[in-house]
């Protein structure tokens, strides 16, 4: 049974930051790209940054410069630190693992940015 678990979400204040985490259980995570999606109220999901099996990573116009993601094979987990946050950047945001034709998803974690 595939599993992927985030935390780290919650409220923080504009300029903040938050480290959002996912750990992925019944699949080989290394052999996954794993991405980080948002979606923010009455939008559709969007992808915010993604790391490929190899490591190579790509983000999103919107978050470059301020967002990393990067992952540890040995802990099966992927994460997002998010610097300069912005109210914009409010919404659940979800872990996903992609690969050929598999993919999966998390829950989910709200990010809400606000003073």
């Known amino acids: 049974q595939v599993q992927l678990v985030e935390s780290g979400g919650g409220l923080v204040q504009p300029g903040g930051s938050l480290r959002l985490s996912c750990a992925a259980s019944?699949?080989?995570?290394?052999?996954?790209?794993m991405g980080w999606y948002r979606q923010a109220p009455g939008k559709q999901r969007e992808l915010v940054a993604q790391t490929t099996s190899g490591g190579n990573t790509n983000y999103a116009d919107s978050v470059k410069g301020r967002f990393t993601i990067s992952r540890d094979n040995t802990k099966n987990t992927v994460y997002l630190q998010m610097n300069t946050l912005k109210p914009e950047d409010t919404a659940v945001y979800y872990c996903n693992a992609y690969r050929a034709r598999s993919s999966y998803w998390g829950q989910g974690t709200q990010v809400t940015v606000s003073s």
């Open positions: 019944g699949i080989r995570f290394s052999l996954y790209a």
